[in-house]
């Protein structure tokens, strides 16, 4: 793994365990780019909102064009992973 890689993917999990860090909080927006396709998705602060199983969840979607009802958020299709390294080894970093 490169040094460059390396430290995007130790940032993207330094970011996912520290939710103060974000820019939009209760959401993280994160990409993950693979032969020239950009998948965009969101983070969400399950833990903030009183729900759990979805503290490493990646909903595929443009976190300009969320649902405003939590239902229809929750429905988006989504990437669930076992923690943050994970995710992060799933190619998805911060944007």
């Not at 983070?43 to 199983?53: E, H, M, N, W």
């Not at 969840?57 to 994970?86: K, M, Q, R």
Request: proline content about 6%; hydrophobic content about 45%; charged content about 20%.
């Amino acid at each position: 793994m490169s040094r460059c890689v390396r430290c995007a993917r130790d940032r993207t999990v330094q970011f996912l365990g520290t939710p103060a860090l974000w820019p939009v909080w209760p959401f993280l927006p994160v990409v993950r780019r693979t032969s020239g396709h950009e998948e965009l998705g969101v983070v969400f602060d399950s833990r903030a909102a009183g729900l759990t199983g979805f503290s490493a969840t990646v909903f595929v979607c443009n976190l300009f064009a969320l649902p405003t009802d939590l239902s229809a958020f929750l429905a988006l299709p989504h990437e669930t992973f076992d923690g943050a390294e994970e995710l992060a080894d799933g190619g998805w970093l911060v944007d």
